[in-house]
């Protein structure tokens, strides 16, 4: 923790109250070390996964009263205010905020100075650590989205609307049967258009970001469903006869090719001879030689100007890795 914001505010007069701190949303690699009676709460499946080894309790939500809270800020800015509420409303000592300037710190330190005095504030490494005491901040807890028939929640991807890649991949799918995979699969978009094929039997929704996969939950209301909170890494299954996807390709404010990259080696893994792989992308991200190393056969399909769709077969088994 040596060169972190934390730790510089632990230097120069932040005292931590005696008893349980809640983080909230910190990043694979933030470091908590020495920070007694830490409990991590994260949404993010990898994330949770290397908190976890690395020892610390890790929940999903947080729980009973905290005699102090840290908040990691995320880059939405409806999650960082529906956080910091989150905070404030089970807190009974400190809120610590620590945010970079890209992820908006600047800009939610403004709004909290407006509520409450602070009671310290730092600068450093493009961004700032902040703390003071809790206040009612109840109208900052995140109402979400809800539009025909889906409800979406702070933070989620494409919150606000169906994102344009899912809108064209659902145009170009066939009618789908048997058992069907949605990797990555968000808050069921994909998933519902899938199920409304009378010859699906089962479709298993792979999601990393629990919040999503809670309001897919609601949005996709069929016993032929199961949600599974997983890394598209290590998921693991029977046999599918069809992968549908529209992976992710940002890991925080950085695009990450290398994300579709292993949604296209799972789907390779995880699919029935004569299974099908169908991917929407970003015309942009190379995908292509990916996909022709891992598969028999790759045909992009009409797509639109911005998103390009592959249907790939004859999956090419590899070993693991």
């Given at each position: 923790m040596a060169g972190s914001r934390l730790a510089l505010?632990?230097?120069?007069?932040?005292?931590?109250?005696?008893?349980?701190?809640?983080?909230?949303?910190?990043?694979a690699g933030y470091d908590l070390a020495g920070l007694s009676g830490a409990e991590v709460i994260c949404r993010h499946f990898p994330v949770a996964q290397h908190f976890e080894r690395a020892g610390m309790p890790t929940v999903r939500e947080e729980s009973g009263r905290y005699a102090a809270a840290l908040v990691v800020l995320p880059r939405a800015k409806a999650e960082a205010r529906d956080l910091?509420?989150?905070?404030?409303?089970?807190?009974?000592?400190?809120?610590?905020?620590?945010?970079?300037?890209?992820d908006g710190v600047a800009s939610i330190h403004a709004d909290i100075r407006k509520r409450v005095p602070l009671l310290g504030d730092l600068s450093k490494a493009h961004g700032r650590i902040f703390w003071f005491e809790p206040g009612d901040f109840a109208d900052w807890r995140g109402a979400g989205q809800a539009f025909d028939g889906f409800r979406t929640a702070p933070g989620v991807f494409s919150a606000d609307a169906p994102d344009p890649g899912s809108v064209a991949l659902v145009q170009a799918l066939p009618e789908l049967s048997g058992r069907v995979l949605d990797l990555g699969a968000g808050w069921g978009f994909l998933a519902r258009h899938a199920l409304q094929n009378a010859r699906v039997s089962a479709v298993d929704l792979v999601e990393a970001d629990h919040v999503a996969l809670t309001c897919a939950r609601d949005n996709v209301p069929d016993a032929r469903a199961q949600l599974h909170w997983a890394d598209a890494v290590n998921f693991t299954a029977n046999p599918y006869d069809y992968v549908i996807s529209n992976p992710p390709f940002h890991a925080g404010r950085a695009g990450v090719p290398e994300l579709g990259r292993v949604f296209i080696a799972t789907a390779a893994r995880l699919l029935k001879p004569g299974g099908e792989f169908w991917m929407v992308a970003n015309r942009h991200l190379p995908y292509e030689a990916d996909l022709e190393?891992?598969?028999?056969?790759?045909?992009?399909?009409?797509?639109?100007?911005?998103f390009k769709i592959f249907r790939a077969t004859g999956a090419r088994k590899q070993r693991r890795g």
């Open positions: 505010a632990l230097r120069r007069g932040l005292e931590l109250p005696v008893g349980r701190l809640a983080v909230f949303e910190p990043f910091i509420a989150r905070a404030a409303a089970v807190c009974d000592g400190l809120v610590i905020v620590d945010g970079h300037k890209q190393r891992r598969f028999g056969r790759v045909d992009e399909m009409p797509g639109t100007p911005a």
